[in-house]
Nanobody
Framework: QVQLVESGGGLVQAGGSLRLSCAAS????????MGWFRQAPGKEREFVAR????????YYPDSVKGRFTISRDNAKNTVYLQMNSLKPEDTAVYYC???????????WGQGTQVTVSS
């Protein structure tokens, strides 16, 4: 059974930093893209970051580019999201996701809450 378990969320002041982790179990994702998404109350789920299986390519929307960094440790089957210069608008539940071989995200974690106070 595939499981993605996020951790590292919490409450932080604006300008602060958090590091999210996502540990996968049940199968290896060392040959799959991984990503992070977020969803704020009353809003659609939003793409936050994506990393290729090798870690050589990363993708971000403009809203987080330069502030967030996605990385992975394939030996640990874990993906990370370093979030710096956090803003109140970054407040959301953050979800880890793993892509299938066709690069579509099909596996999802349960989410971790990130709250940024002004």
């Amino acid at each position: 059974q595939v499981q993605l378990v996020e951790s590292g969320g919490g409450l932080v002041q604006a300008g602060g930093s958090l590091r999210l982790s996502c540990a996968a179990s049940g199968r290896t994702f060392s040959r799959n893209d991984m990503g992070w998404f977020r969803q704020a109350p009353g809003k659609e789920r939003e793409f936050v970051a994506r990393i290729s299986w090798s870690g050589s390519s990363t993708y971000y929307p403009d809203s987080v580019k330069g502030r967030f960094t996605i990385s992975r440790d394939n030996a640990k089957n874990t993906v990370y999201l370093q979030m710096n210069s956090l803003k109140p608008e970054d407040t959301a539940v953050y979800y880890c996701a793993a892509a299938s071989a066709n690069r579509q995200f099909v596996y999802w974690g349960q989410g971790t809450q990130v709250t940024v106070s002004s």
